[in-house]
């Protein structure tokens, strides 16, 4: 693996939502949520991420000629949680994952999508490469919290809070008491404490403007989430699901946010890069430049 060098530089990208190949559905997946979110993509929301190859593409193209140490992705490599979906996004993203040590992801709601006895396991098949834990012994079901500890300086923590949610006008999430309450324990490890630490999970606590989401769409247990970060001495909670690049401070906490965005829909392309330096973050945005075809600052 490759040496570190100071600053340590990570791109956090999200909700690249690629691979729509609804003619290929088999016709029993028909008769399940799917049916509605296939109506949606048919009826314009997959023309958005038309050209989500293409972004991807460049993306990795940013990554290698900017000396990017880690990747993160915060969720939503799909539309409608197909394996055949799965499978395309793995593909496209594989060059990101190299070496595996340095990507860590959670799945998004759209991973996720339907209840289906494999739907989670369907995810981790895909993304096993880059699940591996370094303190598996807080590990409180499936793969999560997983844990990355990266150079001397940065720890990775990563909850999931995606689920299948049984009716389409619903698409909220939220992070089980015992991944918290590990959390919790996770934060007070001296393996831990004194590193800068990136808390990522797929949905965003606050919005841009400071508010939590919808209950329809957001955390539902954003507040207990937001409380048990107030114990990082150093760190940032990391999110998507929500389109847009933006970050907040929530100010009474003293909790920085940064959501990705979507990488590869269109309007809306964006995604960060952080420099971390003894326990310092400095942020910059990346945006899409339709006229070049590539992502700069
Ligand atoms: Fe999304
Ligand atoms: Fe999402």
Redesign the pocket.
């Known amino acids: 693996m490759s040496e570190i060098k100071k600053p340590l530089r990570v791109l956090h990208f999200s ?1 690249i939502h690629v691979g729509v190949q609804i003619r290929h559905m088999a016709w029993k997946k028909w008769f399940s949520k799917r049916a509605i979110g296939a109506i949606n993509l048919l009826r314009g929301r997959a023309k958005y991420f038309d050209e989500a190859e293409e972004k991807i593409a460049a993306l990795i193209r940013f990554k290698e000629e900017n000396n990017i140490d880690l990747v993160i992705h915060t ?2 490599y799909t539309a409608l949680g197909l394996e055949s979906e799965l499978k395309l996004a793995k593909q496209l993203v594989s060059p990101l994952m190299t070496p595996p040590q340095r990507y860590v992801t959670v799945p ?3 991973d996720i999508y339907v209840h289906e006895a494999n739907s989670h396991y369907r995810f981790s098949e895909q993304f096993c490469a880059v699940l591996q834990n370094d303190l598996p012994e807080y590990c409180r079901g499936g793969h999560w919290p997983l844990i990355r500890l990266v150079g001397d300086d940065v720890a990775v923590i990563a909850l999931n809070s ?1 689920r299948p949610n049984p009716w389409p006008w619903r ?1 909220n999430g939220m992070i089980p008491q015992v991944q918290l309450d590990a959390l919790e324990e996770i934060l007070q490890d001296t393996r831990i404490k004194d590193r800068y630490v990136f808390v990522m999970t ?1 949905y965003a606590p606050r919005l841009e403007d400071g508010k939590p989401d919808s209950k329809l769409h957001g955390l539902i247990n954003a507040e207990d989430f937001l409380e048990k970060c107030k114990a990082m001495k150093a760190g940032a909670i990391l999110c ?2 929500v389109h847009k690049t933006y970050h907040i401070k929530v100010e009474e906490l003293n909790i920085d946010i940064y959501c990705a965005g979507s990488a590869t829909m269109e309007g809306h392309e964006g995604f960060w890069v952080y420099e971390v330096e003894k326990n310092i973050l400095n942020a910059k945005p990346v945006f899409w430049h339709k006229e070049t075809s590539c992502y700069s600052y």
Do not use: L, M, W
Request: aromatic letters at 0%; a negative charge; hydrophobic letters at 10%.
């Open positions: 909700d969720g939503d998004g709601n759209h995606a698409s797929h998507g699901h």
